[in-house]
């Protein structure tokens, strides 16, 4: 619970927090969000993936914090712990990448609609402790640049984030014997606003890696449908499910689910940003 704990003092303690409804824009509840928030995130998530030799399963739970630091931009920071079980070798459990991010969003207002854009980068350290597999080398450093738009009318919201990630070392070149593995991946997040309190998602996301023959375990279409829940003094509840649209052999998952919390928050009280989501207004 320590790095719980680490975060929260982040995040959270050192303003005085006033609760924050809902932001402009719904937060996506599996795609990367280019919208600024300042809010802390409690993620459990759970994967499986099973061939005719090989057996995967995947927990983690982790927390993440943004805080909006100065006019559009915002900076966070995430840590968790992983749970992962393949055939035919011992459970392992490790800590995610330590990781920090920088992000610039802007909402442009047309009368009854709204236009997000939004871009941002985040480094990730090794993974310390954790073996090499054919998902991830955590001997090499993460480098994740991204992009995206929003637009918003009445009820409906639509989120997009286009992403490149590579891995890379110190001197940012590979070596003779060493590729680093990368990929490009788009996700989109239609919803919709039932009531006040409760939003439905169509969340979709597609990986395509920059070389297969590098990278063959991490090429994916999933569809993400879930569900949020706003109360009126305690956060979000969120959950969604994961399922895989290539064919079994291709698709890096079979099947998965999320549970999310979220605490959104403004720091001036006095002075709101933009604190009220379009649902608030039917």
Same mark, same amino acid.
């Given at each position: 619970m320590?790095f ?8 959270i303690f050192?303003?005085f927090?006033?609760a924050?409804?809902?932001p402009?824009?719904s937060?996506?509840l599996?795609i990367?969000?280019?919208s600024?928030?300042n809010?802390?995130r ?6 499986d993936k099973?061939?005719n030799?090989i057996y995967?399963?995947?927990r ?5 914090g943004?805080y909006?630091f100065w006019n ?8 968790g712990r992983?749970n992962?079980?393949?055939t ?6 490790t800590?995610d ?6 992000k ?8 009854t609609s709204?236009?997000?854009l939004g871009a941002?980068?985040?480094?990730y350290?090794k993974?310390k402790?954790a073996?090499? %597999? ?5 001997d090499f450093? /993460?480098?994740?640049?991204?992009f995206g738009i929003g637009? *918003?009318?009445? @009820? $409906?919201?639509i989120l997009s984030?286009?992403r ?5 070392n110190?001197?940012?070149k590979e070596g003779s014997?060493?590729e680093?593995?990368r ?7 239609p919803s ?8 439905t998602?169509?969340?979709?996301e597609y990986?395509?890696?920059y070389?297969r ?6 090429r994916?279409?999933?569809?993400y ?5 706003a109360?009126e003094?305690?956060? %979000?509840f969120s959950?969604?499910l994961q399922?895989? /649209?290539?064919?079994r052999?291709?698709?890096a998952i079979? *099947?998965?689910? @999320? $549970?999310?919390y979220?605490y ?5 009280h ?8 379009s649902?608030s207004?039917f």
């Amino acid at each position: 619970m320590k790095f719980v704990l680490r975060i929260s003092f982040l995040f959270i303690f050192p303003h005085f927090l006033y609760a924050q409804k809902s932001p402009n824009f719904s937060h996506p509840l599996q795609i990367e969000p280019v919208s600024i928030y300042n809010k802390i995130r409690v993620d459990g998530s759970y994967f499986d993936k099973r061939t005719n030799v090989i057996y995967e399963q995947n927990r983690n739970i982790s927390i993440e914090g943004e805080y909006n630091f100065w006019n559009h931009f915002s900076i966070s920071s995430s840590l968790g712990r992983n749970n992962y079980i393949l055939t035919d070798t011992e459970t392992s459990n490790t800590y995610d990448r330590f990781n920090l991010g920088v992000k610039y969003g802007r909402i442009i207002d047309f009368g009854t609609s709204s236009l997000l854009l939004g871009a941002g980068i985040r480094l990730y350290d090794k993974k310390k402790g954790a073996t090499p %597999t054919e998902r991830e080398n955590p001997d090499f450093y /993460l480098v994740r640049p991204n992009f995206g738009i929003g637009f *918003r009318y009445g @009820r $409906f919201e639509i989120l997009s984030e286009f992403r490149f990630q590579t891995e890379t070392n110190k001197s940012f070149k590979e070596g003779s014997l060493e590729e680093f593995r990368r990929y490009y991946q788009f996700g989109m997040a239609p919803s919709f606003a039932v009531n006040q309190s409760l939003r439905t998602f169509m969340e979709f996301e597609y990986r395509e890696p920059y070389d297969r023959y590098v990278d063959t375990k991490t090429r994916f279409f999933n569809f993400y449908p879930g569900v949020s829940f706003a109360t009126e003094n305690f956060g %979000t509840f969120s959950l969604s499910l994961q399922i895989g /649209l290539l064919k079994r052999e291709e698709n890096a998952i079979d *099947r998965g689910i @999320r $549970f999310s919390y979220f605490y959104l928050f403004d720091l001036d009280h006095s002075n709101s940003k933009r604190i009220e989501s379009s649902a608030s207004k039917f």
